[in-house]
């Protein structure tokens, strides 16, 4: 079982940044993958981005060049830089890690973080 804690989420304006933490404790002998995933209002969660043990990423064409993803293998941590932030960003943001080599996919999650809250006003 992997346990999953995350911060940094908050109310930001247009065009500002936040960056997400996630430390991971428990079995985390099988992560492989680790990432990140948003569900806005009435809305499916969705891939936001991932990243694998060595390092390669992917991401949502939405976040393509605003967002940076990045895992620090040594203390089970992933991070989510967002620069320019915008509106329709605004979603609850999960922390997920799984034994895949990237989460392309809610269905390929093994563990859920609670979830924090990022609000974008514009």
């Known amino acids: 079982q992997v346990q999953l804690v995350e911060s940094g989420g908050g109310l930001v304006q247009a065009g500002g940044s936040l960056r997400l933490s996630c430390a991971a404790s428990?079995?985390?002998?099988?992560?492989?993958?680790m990432g990140w995933f948003r569900q806005a209002p009435g809305k499916q969660r969705e891939l936001a981005a991932s990243?694998?043990?060595?390092?390669?990423?992917v991401y949502t064409d939405s976040v393509k060049g605003r967002f940076t993803i990045s895992r620090d293998n040594a203390s089970s941590t992933v991070y989510l830089q967002m620069n320019s932030l915008k509106p329709e960003d605004t979603a609850v943001y999960y922390c997920?890690?799984?034994?895949?080599?990237?989460?392309?996919?809610?269905?390929?999650?093994?563990?859920w973080g609670q979830g924090t809250q990022v609000t974008v006003s514009s």
């Open positions: 997920a890690v799984g034994k895949t080599p990237l989460l392309t996919h809610r269905l390929l999650v093994d563990s």
């Open positions: 428990g079995s985390i002998f099988s992560i492989n993958a």
């Open positions: 990243i694998s043990s060595g390092g390669i990423a």
